[in-house]
């Protein structure tokens, strides 16, 4: 990894990040540390998306205040983590996130340093003053470091990284160069120590070091590469996207759930549709999603799946608008028409349609369980909208108050609609469940939706009081 590049400190006056624009509280944060005589910055998303005129998601901060020191300094501090140890300081409408620097030092060369200087001085060779003095400006680097080595895994994947350093190698520890700048509050400026603002002028996401080192060390970060460019309208640098093609098969070795909250945040972001492409070409989607692709990748009826890019896209507009975008609404619409296939075929085995629907996204579960670990709650709501589907084709039915309380109703409004823009309809069920939702809610009757306008009549009608018949007397036996 290299961390001989230049440190560059752009000035206030060279760069568009104002104090108002920061979290009050982060700023807070900030404040505090130094005046405890910590050194503090704002780090990552935050400076990036400042930069570029967005509003950050989050602010975090990086300091040299250890944990423990953080824990005694914040009264509204909770220490998380295991792999890293981090701090969140709790506001009541905000969590600021709080890290302290990391080192790049490996387990290995720590552990290579302490046996070094657990030798007799006679055994250990004079190295030349030039190498001496290098090395002792080493060893006082390292004597800062604090906490557990760095854990690695046979394959070189990071399991546990508590190994604090400084700033510099803080930043070259980071995964891409436009995520690593940091904002000094002591003098409003921009400390770049990787070139990161360079790459934010050109448009590129670039690994820090060697894009095949970083990936092995933590596969997420290939689809991290891909949600900034995606979410950035950035280019991947070509060593990088390289790097992603020769290693996209390694992803699984991330853990199943891990793997499905970056799912989500890559096709929630408002930009799905870009993603899901560039999932594909770099090959980060086949191992994800096996089975699907497979079915992605054959036609039917001599036609390709088109519609989980428009569904995609679709639920990217709905997003621009403002309009939640549930998970549940995002894999029905994602995967809808490969589970409809599925309910088709057990339907052909006999089931009815609800059944059919039940396994078939039990089977679907079965085949996202080694890779993409969606949670039972998520399936069971796709599986609801699904059968919701079926239930708005009568309008009201005998229990339409009771469809409009079901908690997916919402969701499965969406996904109607949805359907009906693929193929417009003469009357739109949509509409009319929505008309009947307000209705319900001022206590309105509904206007019955059907073909037979004289049924319609019929029902709009009062009902006439019906007449009782008389019981007929039977005639007495009197004799003849």
Not at 135 to 154: A, Y
Not at 169 to 183: G, I, K, S
Not at 329 to 336: E, K, N, R, S, V
Not at 358 to 383: C, H
């Amino acid at each position: 990894m290299n961390t001989n590049m230049e440190k560059v400190i752009i000035p206030r006056a060279e760069h568009s990040i104002s104090r108002s624009v920061l979290s009050p509280n982060g700023v807070k944060v900030l404040y505090k540390l130094r005046e405890h005589g910590f050194i503090a910055y704002l780090v990552g998303g935050g400076v990036r998306d400042l930069l570029l005129g967005r509003e950050p998601k989050d602010f975090d901060v990086v300091t040299d205040a250890t944990p423990n020191q953080l824990k005694k300094l914040f009264r509204n501090c909770r220490l998380i983590g295991r792999r890293f140890r981090l701090a969140h300081i709790h506001f009541h409408d905000e969590i600021i996130e709080v890290a302290t620097f990391r080192s790049t030092v490996d387990a290995a060369e720590a552990s290579l340093e302490e046996a070094a200087e657990a030798l007799p001085e006679e055994l250990v060779e004079a190295p030349p003053e030039a190498e001496q003095l290098e090395e002792e400006r080493d060893r006082r680097r390292r004597r800062h470091h604090h906490g557990p080595p760095i854990l690695k895994s046979e394959d070189g994947m990071v399991l546990r990284d508590n190994v604090f350093g400084t700033p510099e190698e803080d930043a070259v520890r980071r995964d891409f160069t436009v995520n690593a700048l940091f904002y000094n509050i002591a003098d409003f400026s921009i400390i770049d120590h990787v070139g990161g603002m360079e790459d934010l002028k050109n448009g590129l996401i670039r690994t820090i070091g060697d894009p095949m080192v970083r990936f092995t060390e933590d596969p997420v970060r290939m689809i991290r590469a891909i949600r900034f460019a995606s979410m950035l309208g950035f280019n991947i640098e070509a060593r990088t996207e390289a790097a992603i093609e020769a290693l996209c098969g390694t992803i699984n070795k991330a853990t199943p759930p891990r793997l499905y909250e970056e799912v989500l945040k890559l096709l929630l972001m408002g930009a799905g549709e870009r993603t899901y492409q560039m999932m594909r070409h770099c090959g980060l989607f086949e191992p994800l999603f096996p089975h699907f692709d497979a079915w992605l990748s054959r036609e039917s009826d001599c036609y390709p799946h088109v519609r989980v890019g428009k569904a995609l896209e679709w639920a990217d507009s709905q997003i621009g608008q403002g309009i939640a975008v549930t998970p549940p609404l995002l894999i029905a619409l994602m995967f809808g028409e490969y589970l409809e296939e599925k309910v088709a075929q057990f339907r052909d085995e006999g089931l009815p349609p609800q059944q059919a629907t039940d396994a078939a996204v039990a089977a679907f579960a079965g085949e996202l369980a080694p890779t993409v670990s969606v949670p039972n709650r998520v399936l069971v709501a796709v599986r609801d909208i699904l059968n919701m589907q079926h239930r708005f084709q009568k309008t009201p039915g005998r229990n339409g108050r009771g469809v409009l309380g079901r908690p997916v109703f919402p969701d499965a409004l969406q996904y109607l609609r949805f359907m009906e823009q693929l193929t417009p309809p003469k009357r739109s069920l949509a509409e009319w469940w929505e008309r009947y939702a307000v209705q319900q809610a001022e206590g309105l009757e509904p206007a019955p939706q059907r073909g037979n306008e004289a049924a319609a009549a019929d029902a709009e009608a009062p009902k006439k009081k019906r007449r009782r018949r008389r019981r007929r007397k039977k005639p007495g036996g009197a004799p003849e």
